[in-house]
């Protein structure tokens, strides 16, 4: 038997190599589409709906807050505000902040100069009742105590509160809820406004596709600064491993990651690993309303029964920091001389007596995540000693975000939650009072003093006297034993050298317009 | 065979509406409030009370399940209220990438699979036939995910040769196809092996038929006799197992959707699934189930044409 290789089998072969040839030599055209001029960056959500109003996350509000101008936006790498959008912007009583807008911010797409009309419209469409048959926003709590915005000229108007507002300039005005959108635009477009939205700041979106990503392409009547990046290609990649790949091969460029995610990159050449400190907030919470967990010597003692040391190495390899208090050690009025409690399970088994509490059996509530599990297991094994058995119910999220609401929350023992922070202490309490029991307060925790002190807070403008407020407010969450804080988590930055990505500190609210040129 | 074709419709029509309703039922029984889950807590009451009223959650069931039929019936497979765009842009916007996933993974599965499974028949016992048999129960027991992130590695990262990412620019032929070669391999490289298995036991069986030993009895070459007359009839139980397969091979799709960042369908239920989107998932999932039923439709109509008797039988029988 003989093997001939006839002319139809060479030809075949050569047509596949050549079809392989030219597939493999448009590899790394994406990666080396030039770089320095184009970066890529990651994001594990999917991006939905880019109107300000109605985004649904943060990773909508990165883009929005680089696609349009605010009045006041927080400087690179800081929460603090500087004038954007605005020739000045100046609080004249607790109730009235006067602004003149800048000459010549252009819209995208011909719709022309930015007016102060823009900004009412902008303004009033997230914090007042909606106008006929528009969807309320979803963000409408961040104009709280919005009266007006009357227009007092073709670039100047004034803001009027019902009542003073500790929190305006950071939640409101400097924050992707004070975004300001054409009005033209807004009411020409309708519901094409959230994939296709018209802004004046320094990028443009060119593409948005679902499951994709988007395209930024620099805003070229931007009356600001120029961003360093001529394009920023945002990837939707939910998978951290498929992240840590993209990485490696270069089709991205910059990553967020856990530190779980992030520790196999920290050796691969070409790639800078740094930390940076989160204000989302991690806490095991207990349900003060549920029977065994009403006595506070049981909360007490499981307190003193967790060694949260022991929790975080298991959860995020060691590399979060551990919070004591409620506010993260970036807010105004963080707790510094807060207890920091150490494991004392005498001490913890003898709380447990006296409340007559034997044969304890608890179920703690998690997210199925890997931090979390781990952090359970822990648990698991350090309250087993004290004679409490804990049974760990991990559930997907749907049903876990559903389990505190309503009557379904009284069933409630134990859990671990998380909740993002932004730079506001007012923003961060606002889930413990009275009224979110049965909402976001799975604690049930009702406290009139801690209702009194937050609405406080809110309220006050001076400074100091609102520190106060907000660190009496934490000593009353410390003395309910019903939290036991974790931590404020850590996010690892994973980007090429010649990056310097840009966040306000917590490292949630991205500032692609300020990504610079690294060395 | 038009009174088959018309029996295998109704049942088809009769399929997608018992799917309708399953579907319907699930989604109303799955535990997680879609308000919470979707609108997060900075949802104010107002806008939770307009969310339920907009998916219709604060109807009763019967009212409920009347409009989703209605709604379907008519065309419109609702309205996303995150972003506020129709189910039906949303799953359009995918399901070319689904689609050209699936059948890619198929073709390659049936090029490579079939003849191989020929070869291993018409070389019973050989060294080859030895190894395909090792190689294809390996390949069957691995899932795609774990063969994606191993193809991953190795032509990703190792020889440089393909990007990791599954979508790249859209509109640019050669980037989507360089993108989707491990994809396609992922998901094609379980159902080789089973193919190849599958043509190779069908042909064993249709080479030691009577009709066969007639043929070569006749003089007909070894050639015409393996692939005219054998490969024919040894190829009905693979149809029939691609049609079904379907199913499994858009299951299949998710994880490497996932794994390689690509759109897709299956990406797209997930993810509405996990937010409790309920007319999302719906939308999606009745697509894959009319995508289903009646690529089974096609198979089965395909399958009769191959073998006469079947259509005979389908059609109440024959006393010839």
Not at chain 1, 406 to 433: A, C, E, S, Y
Not at chain 2, 46 to 73: C, T, Y
Not at chain 2, 161 to 189: C, K, Q, Y
Request: with cysteine; glycine share 8%; net charge positive.
């Amino acid at each position: 038997m003989t093997n001939t290789i006839n002319r139809r089998e060479i030809m075949a072969g050569a047509a596949t190599a050549g079809l392989l040839g030219a597939l493999a030599s448009g590899q790394g055209a994406f990666a080396q589409a030039g770089p320095r001029k184009t970066i890529a960056v990651r994001i594990d959500r999917d991006l939905t709906n880019l109107d300000p109003a109605h985004r649904t996350g943060a990773w909508d509000g990165n883009v929005c807050r680089s696609v349009f101008q605010r009045l006041m936006k927080q400087k690179p790498n800081s929460a603090e505000l500087e004038l954007d959008a605005a020739a000045e912007v100046k609080q004249v009583s607790p109730t009235v902040v006067e602004f003149r807008l800048k000459p010549g911010q252009i819209f995208s797409d011909g719709y022309g100069e930015m007016t102060a009309e823009d900004v009412k419209f902008s303004f009033e469409r997230i914090g007042l009742p909606p106008v006929g048959d528009a969807k309320p926003s979803t963000y409408k709590g961040d104009w709280v105590n919005l009266d007006k915005v009357e227009v007092t000229g073709p670039l100047t108007g004034r803001i009027i509160l019902t009542k003073p507002r500790a929190n305006l300039f950071d939640i409101a005005i400097g924050d992707v809820s004070g975004c300001i959108v054409s009005k033209k635009a807004v009411e020409k477009l309708g519901g094409e406004h959230s994939v296709k939205p018209v802004g004046s700041g320094p990028y443009i979106v060119t593409n948005l596709e679902r499951q994709r990503g988007a395209l930024l392409k620099r805003h070229e009547g931007y009356a600001g600064p120029k961003p360093a990046y001529e394009e920023i290609a945002i990837r939707y990649i939910g998978d951290p491993r498929t992240t840590d790949l993209a990485l490696r091969s270069g089709e991205i460029d910059f990553a967020v990651l856990s530190p779980q995610a992030a520790d196999p990159l920290r050796s691969v050449a070409g790639l800078v690993v740094t930390e940076q400190p989160s204000i989302a907030y991690v806490w095991l919470g207990m349900n003060t309303e549920k029977e065994g967990l009403k006595d506070i010597r049981v909360r007490q003692a499981i307190r003193l029964a967790l060694d949260v040391d022991q929790m975080l190495a298991a959860g995020y390899n060691g590399k979060a920091p551990r919070l004591n208090t409620l506010l993260p050690p970036q807010i105004l009025g963080h707790w510094k001389d807060a207890p920091v409690y150490k494991r004392n399970v005498a001490e913890a088994k003898k709380l447990l007596a006296d409340a007559g509490a034997s044969n304890l059996k608890l179920k703690l509530l998690i997210l199925n995540q890997p931090a979390y599990q781990n952090m359970a297991l822990v648990a698991r094994a350090l309250l087993a000693e004290v004679g409490i058995t804990l049974e760990v119910d991990a559930q997907e999220g749907g049903t876990y975000w559903s389990s505190g609401k309503g009557d379904t929350g009284k069933n409630l023992d134990l859990f671990i939650l998380r909740f993002n922070g932004k730079h506001d202490p007012n923003f961060i309490m606002q889930w413990f009072v009275s009224g979110q029991v049965g909402d976001w307060n799975w604690e049930r925790w009702a406290n009139p003093d801690y209702d009194a002190l937050f609405t406080k807070a809110a309220g006050e403008i001076d400074k100091d006297k609102r520190i106060e407020d907000v660190i009496a407010a934490q000593k009353l969450m410390d003395k309910s034993a019903a939290f036991v804080w974790l931590t404020n988590e850590v996010n690892v930055l994973v980007h090429r050298p010649w990056i310097k990505p840009a966040a306000v500190p917590g490292w949630l609210d991205w500032q692609y317009d300020s990504f610079a040129v690294g060395a | 065979m038009l009174r088959y074709f018309f029996s295998r419709l109704v049942t088809t029509v009769l399929i997608v509406f018992g799917a309708m309703l399953l579907l319907f039922l699930l989604t109303a029984v799955v535990p997680g409030d879609p308000a919470v889950t979707l609108l997060g807590p900075q949802a104010s009451p107002e806008l939770v009370k307009r969310f339920v009223s907009e998916m219709g959650l604060d109807q009763p069931i019967h009212v409920r399940l009347w409009r989703f039929f209605a709604n379907v019936l008519s065309g419109n497979l609702g309205v996303d209220v995150v972003s506020g765009r129709s189910v039906w842009s949303l799953v359009l916007n995918v399901l070319p990438d689904t689609l050209i996933l699936t059948f890619s993974a198929i073709l390659l599965a049936v090029v490579t699979g079939v003849p191989l499974g020929i070869y291993a028949a018409t070389h019973r016992g050989s060294l080859l036939d030895n190894v395909l048999a090792f190689v294809s129960v390996a390949f069957i027991a691995v899932p795609s995910f774990v063969i994606a992130i191993f193809l991953l590695l190795i032509f990703s990262i190792w020889l440089d040769w393909l990007p990791v990412l599954g979508a790249g620019r859209s509109g640019d032929f050669w980037d989507a196809a360089r993108r989707l070669i491990l994809p396609t391999l992922s998901i094609a490289a379980t159902w080789i092996g089973f193919i190849a298995r599958l043509v190779r036991t069908s042909m064993l069986e249709v080479l030691n038929e009577p009709y066969i030993r007639t043929s070569r009895a006749y003089g007909l070459s070894e050639r015409m006799v393996t692939y005219k007359y054998a490969l024919k009839n040894a190829c009905i139980p693979t149809i029939a197992v691609l049609g079904l397969g379907l199913g499994r091979l858009l299951g299949n799709a998710v994880f490497v959707e996932i794994v390689f960042a690509r759109p897709g369908l299956g990406r797209l239920i997930y993810g509405a699934i996990s937010e409790r989107n309920f007319p999302v998932v719906q939308g999606a999932v009745l697509v894959v189930v009319v995508l289903f039923v009646l690529i089974n439709l096609v198979v089965d109509l395909s399958y009769s044409a191959l073998d006469p008797r079947i259509r005979r039988d389908g059609a109440g029988g024959s006393p010839v």
